[in-house]
């Protein structure tokens, strides 16, 4: 089976301010560079961690697991209210970001190192500003983590610098 | 007043073998290395973060702020259980280890990045080999975020290779 790649990814056209995030954004040099698309109607993130990002040697440590599924859930989110507000990548428009209200994850099993992981988002709109993702990390085929993040539209005056 | 200093940490205890997280292993060269001890009968880490972990400019990105919260957590249900079974750290003996069921984090306000954080731990034992850890993150005086962290004593299979 062909292997699933993101083609379109929701950071690629976050506007460059908000394209520094060590998780997701694609301006930060050092970072992951999650990249989350459509894939149907659930989205989807595809990582394969770098060895230093252990938690004992050949697992990832958890809070790359945390930051994935947090990370994901933002991406989600904005896919899902760009959607509904009538765009799709590639179509120019500028895509809403979100902020973490709360991040949820369960980790079920060891997460091995050596294998892509792939999160898989359910979303769901709670309120116009506020959203809600269900995102399932596996390994290969293993469900090794779940979780829940609740995000709402980052607010415009959230970059604004005091005189 | 003298700012506190963890003098004594639990992950400075840890046998090499497990001493390699991305979040809190000192051997681990491009790691966070959260150091975790006691303050009165709280637990403490504090960290301050490189500019690269940011979310957007100025603020630190989620992801971080989860992996504080789970590793402190970690480290705080060693601290107590090391305590509980009547050792300190200094004295020889081996500490637990604990590995991480869940981890709640409620993002209250962006994190700034120019001031050192502070995590707070309180801990509550819910079975002897499952702790709780209740965390506040503070930037300065400003409570940022508060997690919870559910742990259990990593099993002492966690290690074996497979033959």
Redesign the interface.
């Known amino acids: 089976m062909k292997e699933f790649v993101v083609e379109k990814a929701i950071q690629d056209i976050y506007p460059d301010?908000?394209a520094?995030?060590?998780?997701c954004?694609r301006l930060?040099?050092?970072?992951h560079h999650f990249r989350t698309g459509w894939q149907g109607d659930k989205t989807i993130t595809i990582y394969t961690p770098e060895a230093?990002?252990?938690?004992?040697?050949g697992f990832l440590?958890?809070?790359?697991i945390?930051?994935?599924i947090?990370?994901h859930g933002s991406g989600s989110a904005a896919l899902a209210l760009h959607r509904k507000n009538g765009h799709e990548i590639g179509d120019g428009a500028i895509p809403p970001r979100f902020?973490?209200?709360?991040?949820?994850?369960?980790?079920l099993k060891?997460t091995p190192q050596d294998v892509a992981l792939k999160a898989i988002g359910t979303i769901e709109e709670i309120h116009p500003k506020k959203w809600k993702v269900e995102t399932e990390v596996y390994a290969g085929e293993t469900l090794c983590a779940k979780g829940t993040v609740v995000l709402v539209v980052m607010p415009s005056t959230?970059?604004k610098k005091e005189d």
Chains 1, 2 share one sequence.
């Open positions: 301010d908000f520094w995030c060590y998780g954004g930060n040099e050092d970072g230093k990002y252990m938690g004992i040697p440590y958890g809070g790359l945390a930051s994935l947090d990370c902020v973490t209200a709360s991040l949820n994850v369960d980790f060891p959230f970059l």
